[in-house]
């Protein structure tokens, strides 16, 4: 765990003249030198800032921790084995087909098809479905405002954050952004199961509006992530797959950051009985050890796709056979650890009543979360009414928490947590202390 960086000034310098990050304000990066991790062990990161606990998993993904031994030997077995073959030309490999049966016992409901990808999201599979089921005008997409599902064309269409659409000419047309249940910066937060029904009422409008007949798919993250960490008030999620089943339109669940335990469940899909008709899978899938992705389908929209014909859909590397067995290393460890069972009962609980204790605290407006996933709503000096669009108090108050000795998220004017799943309590305290002594420096 001790490495050393070597030629720390010499990689930087090869940083800022040939790698282009992304999400990164590079002029803001460069002058102070990129960040170089070396090493990682359970929730702790090592590089040239000495040991780091990670409180956001990687990229909310590192579920079981950094350095599982069972992890590394399964993907070296396979690649010693057979390191790659495709899916295509009628054939397979064992690990994916394990994979996609594993997935499919484990899912919920009648999901019990995978199609696998590299990683974020996948709107395809809709619009096929919908040509062979005789609604070729069903090519909407309806997601929300702070969504986030990507940043190809069509996933940085349906995400609602403008930064990922502005420079770039989107969204194109035929995806329609919904309100999201964001009560604190709507000023709703003293009645937030009203504004979420509220934004249910505004979401019906829009479908009316727009013809429910011209919408394919409706997408939500069951808890928005990147966008801000954003919690369903009661009701909101049961109310929106009413909607999206009054109205015909298929419900996707974006689960990328959401299944795996991240929520004290397999699925936040099953604590909330959503019953998606499609699930999207990446990050916790392989806890990031490999890029990986898998687009679940409901058995009945699964036969009609294969009785469609051709389909002509899939990448390269889909289920490709290394990333598969690191999939079934990372779930084998999720189970024997009952992972997911101690998030619900033991380090979620004790998480969230540690976050809570921020309330008080003059410099926060918020704080909100479930299981091992969290948000702190940070305030200027003058309080709610000095916030001002640009502060970005959520960037200055993670880079105090980091110098502090913790990894946590800033976004806009919040800090958001996500700590690797196997974070024990102590690790949980020590986290919170880095934030705590953070956040008291925000305003000097
Ligand atoms: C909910 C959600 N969907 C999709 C994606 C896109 O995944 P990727 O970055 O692997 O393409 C993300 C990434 O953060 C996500 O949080």
Redesign the pocket.
Same mark, same amino acid.
């Given at each position: 765990m001790e490495l050393k960086v070597s030629g720390l000034e010499e990689l930087r310098k090869m940083d800022r003249e040939h790698h282009l990050h992304?999400f990164t304000d590079h002029a803001a990066m460069h002058p102070s030198g990129t960040h170089i991790l070396t090493g990682g062990r359970g929730v702790y990161l090592q590089g040239e800032e000495g040991r780091l606990l990670d409180g956001l998993a990687g990229?909310?993904?590192v579920n079981v921790g950094y350095g599982r031994k069972e992890i590394v030997d399964a993907v070296a077995k396979q690649m010693q084995e057979l390191s790659f073959y495709p899916s295509f030309f009628n054939s397979t490999t064992e690990p994916a087909v394990r994979l996609a049966g594993r997935l499919g016992r484990m899912a919920p409901g009648n999901l019990d098809y995978s199609v696998f990808s590299?990683?974020?999201?996948e709107a395809k599979i809709i619009r096929q479905y919908q040509i062979l089921k005789g609604h070729p005008d069903r090519m909407k997409i309806l997601t929300r405002n702070y969504?986030?599902?990507?940043?190809?064309l069509a996933?940085a269409s349906m995400?609602g954050l403008p930064n990922c659409q502005i420079p770039y000419g989107l969204p194109l047309p035929g995806f329609l952004h919904a309100p999201a249940p964001y009560a604190y910066v709507a000023g709703r937060e003293k009645d937030a199961e009203a504004y979420g029904q509220e934004c249910v009422a505004a979401t019906r409008q829009m479908i009316e509006k727009e013809g429910a007949k011209t919408i394919g798919a409706m997408f939500l /993250?069951p808890v928005?992530?990147?966008g801000g960490v954003i919690v369903p008030p009661p009701g909101y999620l049961a109310a929106m797959r009413k909607l999206a089943r009054e109205y015909e339109i298929l419900f996707v669940a974006? /689960?990328?950051?959401?299944a795996f335990g991240r929520l004290g469940a397999w699925f936040a899909s099953e604590m909330w009985d959503l019953q998606p008709d499609l699930m999207?899978l990446?990050?916790g899938l392989t806890s990031g050890y490999i890029?990986m992705?898998a687009t679940m389908v409901s058995r009945p929209i699964a036969e009609v796709l294969m009785k469609g014909g051709y389909f002509a859909h899939g990448f390269t590397y889909s289920g490709h056979p290394v990333a598969a067995a690191a999939a079934l290393a990372n779930i084998d460890i999720l189970e024997k650890e009952k992972l997911t069972e101690r998030t619900r009962d033991k380090v979620g609980p004790y998480f969230q009543k540690k976050l809570k204790e921020f309330a008080g605290h003059p410099a926060v407006g918020e704080v909100r979360g479930v299981g091992l996933i969290g948000a702190i709503e940070l305030l200027p000096k003058g309080g709610r009414k000095d916030l001002k669009p640009g502060m970005n108090l959520g960037i200055v108050g993670a880079a105090k928490v980091r110098s502090e000795g913790a990894i946590v998220r800033g976004i806009r004017d919040l800090l958001a947590f996500a700590p690797p799943l196997v974070i024990t309590e102590g690790e949980i305290d020590e986290m919170f202390s880095s934030v705590r002594r953070g956040i008291d420096k925000l305003w000097d």
């Open positions: 992304p990229l909310w993904c590299n990683s974020g999201s969504a986030y599902h990507g940043v190809t996933t995400t /993250e928005q992530g990147a974006d /689960e990328v950051i959401t999207i990446a990050k890029s992705g």
